[in-house]
Nanobody, 112 residues
Framework: QVQLVESGGGLVQFGGSLRLSCTAS????????MAWFRQAPGKEREFVAF????????KYADSVKGRFTISRDNAKNTMYLQMNSLKPEDTAVYLC?????WGQGTQVTVSS
């Protein structure tokens, strides 16, 4: 079993920044790729960003490319998402993913 706990969400104004964290516990491995997804009310869950096990490979959704940066600290079993230049359309619950496991999410709300 793996437990994933997200934190760092909140309310921010248009153009602001937030840094999300996802800490893994349980039967984790630094060999596991991880990802961030998000889900807005009434919409399907969508991919945001991916990071390989050693952090050497990252991928982003076109909608966040150039604004968001994914990173990880395997010594702390933690993944991060630095979000800059936030827009109202970034408003969603942000969820951490590792293999078949999901966190419960952290709410990000961007006001215009």
């Amino acid at each position: 079993q793996v437990q994933l706990v997200e934190s760092g969400g909140g309310l921010v104004q248009f153009g602001g920044s937030l840094r999300l964290s996802c800490t893994a516990s349980g039967r984790t491995s630094s060999n596991d790729p991880m990802a961030w997804f998000r889900q807005a009310p009434g919409k399907e869950r969508e991919f945001v960003a991916f990071i390989s096990s050693n952090g050497g490979v990252t991928k982003y959704a076109d909608s966040v490319k150039g604004r968001f940066t994914i990173s990880r600290d395997n010594a702390k079993n933690t993944m991060y998402l630095q979000m800059n230049s936030l827009k109202p359309e970034d408003t969603a619950v942000y969820l951490c993913n590792l293999a078949i496991y999901w966190g419960q999410g952290t709410q990000v709300t961007v006001s215009s």
